[in-house]
């Protein structure tokens, strides 16, 4: 069976929603904002499990994967940052990174606790304004912060 997420990696940089290259993985704005600043790395290597990457690129992978979460961090200025590794219905490594602000949910814990309905509504995917404006954001803290570590 195909890889939808390998599929869809072949043409990222076409997605409107694509936000730039790393060495070892795509970063991607959510394509809905019900939590302002959601975003998506992708990892370039296929597979489920962490565990299974090359050592040297698995660090690598974190390392960006954080790298990532702390520009979204720095954009919006969330109470807090979740990271979600899960694959559950795609076997191939994706980070959900959500930025969190008090009160966002019912209860204090994951965002799957709301329904796909409201997850995914499509009142909740960001105008061509405001999706332009993150992606450059995103873009540039992320550049910002790889340059200080040259
Ligand atoms: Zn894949």
Redesign the pocket.
């Known amino acids: 069976m195909k ?5 869809h ?1 072949k043409n990222i940089t076409n997605d409107p929603y694509f936000i730039m290259e790393l060495e070892t993985g795509y970063v991607i704005l959510g394509w809905f904002q019900r939590f302002k600043g959601y975003t998506v790395f992708n990892c370039k290597e ?2 489920p499990e962490l565990h299974n990457l090359d050592h040297d690129f698995k660090i690598k992978h974190l390392e960006e994967m954080s790298i990532v979460a702390e520009a979204v961090s720095n954009v919006f200025k969330p109470d807090k940052m979740n990271y979600e590794l899960l694959g559950n219905g ?3 490594i994706h980070w959900h990174l959500y930025p969190r602000v008090k009160g966002d949910t019912p209860i204090v814990s994951s965002v799957y606790q709301l329904p796909n309905s409201e997850l995914f509504d499509e009142s909740r995917r960001p105008s061509d304004e405001v999706r332009k404006d993150y992606i450059n954001k995103i873009k540039n803290e992320i550049e910002r912060l790889l340059s200080l570590q040259e």
Do not use: N, S, T, V
Not at 3 to 7: F, P, T, V
């Open positions: 890889c939808k997420m390998c599929e990696q296929h597979g795609c076997p191939h």
